[in-house]
C-alpha cells in the first residue's frame, strides 16, 4: 500500500482540470485582445487625422464649420469609420487660426453572445499638440 502512495505522489504533470482552466483563460484574454486591439488602432488613427485636418484648418484659417465639413468627407472616405464629425468631437476653441477641438467618443464592440465592450476615448487637440 505505501508503494502505491509512493508512486502516486512522484507522478508529475497537469491535471485535466488544469489544462482545460488554462485554455479558457487564453481563450478568454485572445478574444479580449481582438475587441480592443483594433478599437485601440482605429483611435490613433482618428486622432491622427483628426491632427492634420486642424492643422489644415487652422493654416487656411477655416471656421468650426468648415472644419467639420472637412472632417465629414475624410471619415466618409474612410470605411472603418461609421460616425460623423459632430459625434466625434467638440471645439474648446473656436477663433480662426487657432481652432482647438476635444475628441470624445465611444466604439462598442461585441464579445460574445450579448456581451459589448465599450471603449471610450477622449482627449484635447489643439495646434501645439500636432505640430
Do not use: C
Amino acid at each position: 500500500m505505501s508503494q502505491r502512495l509512493a508512486s502516486l505522489s512522484s507522478q508529475r504533470g497537469a491535471s485535466v482540470t488544469s489544462v482545460i482552466l488554462i485554455l479558457i483563460v487564453v481563450v478568454v484574454a485572445a478574444k479580449l485582445m481582438i475587441a480592443i486591439v483594433p478599437a485601440q488602432i482605429s483611435d490613433y488613427q482618428m486622432t491622427q487625422m483628426l491632427g492634420e485636418e486642424l492643422k489644415e484648418a487652422n493654416k487656411n484659417r477655416e471656421t468650426p464649420a468648415q472644419l467639420m465639413a472637412r472632417v465629414d468627407r475624410q471619415l466618409a472616405i474612410n470605411a472603418s469609420y461609421d460616425t460623423k464629425a459632430e459625434e466625434t468631437f467638440t471645439f474648446t476653441n473656436e477663433k480662426l487660426g487657432q481652432l482647438a477641438i476635444r475628441k470624445d467618443y465611444d466604439t462598442t464592440n461585441n464579445f460574445f453572445a450579448n456581451v459589448d465592450i465599450i471603449n471610450h476615448f477622449e482627449g484635447d487637440i489643439d495646434s501645439k499638440s500636432v505640430e
